[in-house]
T-cell receptor, first 111, second 113 residues
Framework: QKEVEQDPGPLSVPEGAIVSLNCTYS??????FMWYRQYSRKGPELLMY????GNKEDGRFTAQVDKSSKYISLFIRDSQPSDSATYLC???????????FGKGTRLHILP | DADVTQTPRNRITKTGKRIMLECSQT?????MYWYRQDPGLGLRLIYY???????NKGEISDGYSVSRQAQAKFSLSLESAIPNQTALYFC????????????FGPGTRLTVL
């Protein structure tokens, strides 16, 4: 079993819909959970950061962590065509260690 | 100006050639990383350096070497390039207090014929 699993998509949804992106993981030592967004021909950039379990909201984005199920989610409300990108989950054991990335999910928001 | 720069941005080379990819950063970060990205395989860590005197192998270091010339510079070399090293290569940096927050360069698209 890979440490981090993420469905590569592509996922196509109409503009204005709620998008749900997910990752599962196997290492219970992971404490820090991130979502990176990568536009075409660009490097990834940090979008959301969560420590341990719980929710974090930032504008239209909500990150959710369920450590008991080893499952993390990113929700995008009122999706826009500008949200079309690849979304990579990432996680780490502590802030002093390297992080492990998921393979990324390609998201297309249809106007 | 970009905080993390990579040169070249695109490179086409032939099998057996030696290639060097360079990364520079102005963020003042002590930690630097090299990743490669392939369709369906995501981002995979090649090498990382937590400071100038520290070099560590990542998940897929075979066929690659690195040099940390200064805190701001980290180069990746392919001693004898092969076609399956065709990929998108990213350099990233982070502060030691927040290794999980990484800042990526724009990438180098390398094609080995």
């Amino acid at each position: 079993q890979k440490e981090v699993e993420q469905d590569p998509g592509p996922l196509s949804v109409p503009e204005g819909a709620i998008v749900s992106l997910n990752c599962t993981y196997s290492n219970s030592a992971f404490q820090y959970f991130m979502w990176y967004r990568q536009y075409s021909r660009k490097g990834p950039e940090l979008l959301m950061y969560t420590y341990s379990s719980g929710n974090k909201e930032d504008g239209r984005f909500t990150a959710q962590v369920d450590k008991s199920s080893k499952y993390i989610s990113l929700f995008i409300r009122d999706s826009q065509p500008s949200d079309s990108a690849t979304y990579l989950c990432a996680m780490g054991r502590n802030r002093d260690d390297k992080i492990i990335f998921g393979k990324g999910t390609r998201l297309h928001i249809l106007p | 100006d970009a905080d993390v720069t990579q040169t070249p941005r695109n490179r086409i080379t032939k099998t057996g050639k030696r290639i060097m990819l360079e990364c520079s950063q102005t963020k003042g970060h002590d930690r630097m990383y090299w990743y490669r990205q392939d369709p369906g395989l995501g981002l995979r860590l090649i090498y990382y350096s937590f400071d100038v005197k520290d070099i560590n192998k990542g998940e897929i270091s075979d066929g690659y070497s690195v040099s940390r010339q200064a805190q701001a510079k980290f180069s990746l070399s392919l001693e004898s390039a092969i076609p399956n090293q065709t990929a998108l290569y990213f350099c990233a940096t982070s502060d030691h207090r927040a290794t999980d927050t990484q800042y990526f360069g724009p990438g180098t698209r390398l094609t080995v014929l």
